[in-house]
């Protein structure tokens, strides 16, 4: 089986690796990376897909690799969703869609709360509360290897799909493309380079040994969560603190790094 994921500071990384090792034969791709190199698909008798949600839906990255996907006719499909809070999405229901437009079904949907990256909306919970916060995820996470052991066929529920998809398709269509313009570095950037190493779609050219934006940005907002000197905000983040889960390290967080 394999699981394929997309992370930025490590929430859907650190779930798609508890995964990976709670089934027989588990291995671990990153979407990014299959994208620049497409592998062929290899058979596999069970796939995940884990990543984040972005603006109440699946990630344009993560509907484009669903879109070039080719699972086995009879392979068992399964999404996990992280986010901040589950109530309002429709990234199961879409990436549902993406899969019969192909002739395949998913199987199984599920979401798992963690702690939310999107600090241009809002602070982080304080430690205490991202701890619990992330202790409860693992608990869902152990429950879902559950379900995909029996090969459960489970999609919970999206009761607000309709709005949310509406929400994510106009995030994509039409504000996504001016995300690069909402970047500022401060001149605490030591050029370390590392907000361009980690980026998933090489969107940072280092000019100068400081990092320029170029137009294709996915609003991940890894390089902001991941710059060591705390120089990049992107709207209201200017001394906000930053995100990475607690047990993946930055170097996992660079494409196709945690692959195995
Ligand atoms: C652009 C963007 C939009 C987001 N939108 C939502 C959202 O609609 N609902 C939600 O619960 N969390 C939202 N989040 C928070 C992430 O889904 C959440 O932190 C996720 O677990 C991050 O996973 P990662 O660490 O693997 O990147 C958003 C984050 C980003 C960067
Ligand atoms: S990660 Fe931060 S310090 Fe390093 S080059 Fe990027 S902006 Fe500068
Ligand atoms: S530039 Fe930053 S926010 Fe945009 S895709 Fe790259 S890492 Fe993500």
């Known amino acids: 089986m394999i699981v394929y994921y997309y992370s930025a500071t490590g929430n859907s990384l650190h779930v798609a690796k508890m995964i990976a090792a709670g ?5 671990l791709a990153s979407m990014p990376r299959w994208l620049e190199q497409p592998r062929p698909a290899t058979g596999e008798d069970c796939l995940g897909l884990v990543f984040p ?43 549902a869609g993406l899969l019969q437009d192909k002739g395949k079904k998913l199987d199984a949907g599920f979401y798992v709360d963690m702690v939310s990256n999107y600090i241009p909306l809002a602070q982080l919970p304080p430690p205490g509360r991202r701890q619990d916060r992330l ?70 050219r280092l000019e100068s040994g400081r990092p320029a934006w170029q137009n294709h940005c996915q609003e991940c907002l890894g390089c902001l969560h991941i710059c060591p000197a705390q120089s990049i905000n992107f709207g209201r983040t200017q001394g906000r603190t930053r995100y990475r889960h607690p047990e993946v390290a930055a170097a996992e967080l660079v494409r196709g790094k945690a692959e195995r």
């Open 23 to 27: 089934m027989p034969g588990g291995a």
């Open 53 to 95: 949600m972005h603006y109440f839906g699946a990630p344009p990255l993560v509907r484009k690799f669903v879109e070039k996907l080719e699972p086995a006719p009879a392979a068992y499909v399964f999404a996990v969703v992280t986010c901040g809070h589950h109530l309002l999405g429709s990234a199961l229901h879409q990436i």
């Open 135 to 204: 202790a409860g995820a693992d608990e869902k996470v152990r429950q879902i290897i559950g379900a995909i052991g029996n090969r459960a066929h489970i999609i919970e529920p999206e009761y607000f799909r309709w709005p949310c998809q509406a929400i994510s398709s106009y995030w994509r269509n039409n504000l996504i493309s001016r995300a690069p313009t909402r970047f500022t570095n401060s001149a605490d950037c030591t050029g370390c380079g590392l907000c361009a190493e980690i980026c998933p779609v090489e969107n940072i």
